[in-house]
């Protein structure tokens, strides 16, 4: 018989700096805090929900709600995916379960998802949408960083400005771009011009989720993930030659569960995989680690944004992203 109880909690994180994206800017992030308690042990999971379809805090609580009763019953992860539509509700509570499920069973989650002991890995580290001489010294602060991601906003001069100045300022580095869907069609041809140009290795989600027919057959030399147009795995089939990447975030598809079917489906379809996140704690990066340890691209970099995270923490060093089991999903987890 369960003795589960599930608790849920709201929290505002707050960013360092306003964070300027095509279309927002962003000085705070809500998220939803779940804990499944059964008897002695625990699982959490966190999440930020997808702030462009309108999946905010209220709209998360609400869909956690409504499957309490299944969730303190004993629903498991494979019962959740029915119980709940991808998002960040099922995330947080997919999350939650699956650390609740390794503490039981006295393993880490890795090893109860089939996957080897994770390792580092490098992770880019994001900059905004901000004036040329901004991302610029941005990018001179990430010292240490061998990947970074320069946010776009559609503004094609502007945005040609800005990465042109991150380049010059770091030579070296991996350089990927995010358009956030900014961007017409009738402006991509010059814009990848100017991404060869500037060896930038990565296109995000150049045009609006529902103009992915714009891109069929687009034969850009400078590889284009699709973010907003991949939310959950339904998704994963009709990005076949429009797009060569498939970004992945758990609040987008529900969790660590359909994440992983995620990455075997675009695998299966030819597409490389990568993991981002929505800003979130280390307690949302963690999860995504181990999906990441799959990826052919890793954008972990959340807590960076936080003026303050949890306890124990991911770790940033030398351009690499290490999670340790104590963060999350270490097996063996006590009630606290």
Not at 36 to 45: E, K, L
Not at 285 to 303: K, T
């Amino acid at each position: 018989m369960t003795t589960r109880t599930l608790t849920v909690r709201t929290e505002q994180l707050r960013l360092t700096v306003p964070f300027r994206i095509s279309g927002y800017v962003f000085e705070h992030s809500d998220v939803v805090v779940v804990t499944i308690r059964d008897g002695p042990r625990s699982g959490r999971g966190e999440a930020s929900g997808v702030y462009y379809v309108s999946d905010d805090a209220p709209h998360m609580l609400a869909g956690i709600e409504s499957c309490r009763t299944a969730i303190e019953g004993g629903a498991s992860r494979h019962d959740l995916q029915a119980l709940l539509p991808p998002g960040g509700a099922r995330n947080a509570l997919d999350c939650a379960l699956w650390e609740l499920e390794a503490a039981q069973r006295g393993v880490p989650v890795w090893a109860l998802a089939g996957l080897e002991a994770p390792k580092p890995l490098v992770t880019t580290f994001t900059l905004g949408a901000d004036d040329p001489e901004t991302v610029a010294a941005g990018a001179r602060r990430y010292a240490d960083a061998r990947a970074i991601k320069l946010k776009l906003t559609g503004e094609i001069e502007a945005d040609l400005g800005r990465i042109e100045a991150v380049r010059t300022a770091r030579t070296d580095v991996w350089l990927g771009v995010d358009a956030n869907q900014g961007f017409a069609r009738r402006d991509l041809d010059r814009l990848v011009e100017a991404l060869v140009e500037h060896r930038v290795a990565l296109l995000e989600q150049p045009l609006a989720r529902g103009r992915e027919a714009d891109l069929e057959g687009y034969a850009s030399p400078v590889p284009i993930a699709a973010d907003e147009s991949a939310l959950s795995l339904a998704d994963v089939p009709g990005l076949v030659g429009r797009f060569d990447v498939v970004n992945i975030k758990l609040d987008k598809c529900g969790g660590l569960t359909e994440g992983l079917a995620m990455a075997a489906e675009a695998r299966r379809l030819g597409l490389q995989v990568m993991v981002g996140n929505m800003v979130g704690t280390s307690l949302a990066m963690a999860p995504a680690y181990l999906l990441g340890q799959l990826c052919d691209y890793v954008d972990l970099d959340g807590p960076t944004f936080l003026t303050e995270d949890r306890q124990p923490a991911v770790v940033y060093r030398d351009g690499f992203i290490t999670c340790g089991e104590g963060v999350w999903g270490g097996g063996g987890r006590l009630v606290a």
